[in-house]
């Protein structure tokens, strides 16, 4: 089978992309947890955003960022790197092997593809991993499921939109997916 889509590492000059991107799977993703407005307008493409986004882009961040391509246009992508010592189990305390996946994000018109697994593998590896992800949102769970995550108990609420919402950490062993 052949692929209509690509992968590629992320640059500083595709942040304007992938913020659009993040932005749109807000939106497709969210709705049902925050509010229309927000959505439509708490977002935003300030120029801090843009630069803060250059930044985690850069080649000397601690982060590695992948993006998905289809026919020119970024659909998808996603972000990683070390697990970041307040989001990290306890147990996990001070492995320099944990990874954590910050950032995931691919168009519903890409669902099905395996575009989105292909980059958070890129991106993530087949090593031990965390990632947090709203509790209230059974499709992203399911798909991290595919990728061996599970619920490890990590949970905090979030102020966003004007809304408290859930965060659940899901991890897990190196090698563990299912698919």
């Not at 998905?68 to 990683?80: E, I, K, N, S």
């Amino acid at each position: 089978m052949e692929l209509d889509y690509e992968i590629s590492d992320a640059v500083p000059t595709d942040a304007e992309a992938l913020l659009a991107v993040k932005d749109a799977c807000w939106r497709e993703a969210y709705a049902h947890l925050l509010p229309a407005e927000f959505l439509a307008h708490g977002l935003g493409g300030s120029p801090d955003r843009t630069e803060r986004w250059r930044g985690f882009l850069a080649h000397d961040a601690a982060g590695h960022f992948a993006l998905v391509r289809r026919h020119g246009r970024v659909v998808g992508f996603a972000g990683a790197g070390p697990a970041r010592p307040q989001d990290a189990p306890p147990q996990a305390e001070g492995d320099p092997g944990l990874r954590e996946l910050y950032t995931a994000y691919i168009l519903a018109e890409m669902y099905g593809t395996g575009a989105g697994m292909a980059v958070v593998e890129r991106v993530l590896g087949d090593g031990p991993a965390i990632l947090w992800v709203f509790e209230d949102n059974p499709r992203a769970r399911a798909f991290y499921a595919k990728l061996g995550f599970t619920p490890d108990g990590g949970r905090k609420l979030d102020e966003i939109g004007g809304r408290r919402l859930a965060e659940i950490r899901m991890a897990r062993s190196a090698q563990s997916r299912t698919v």
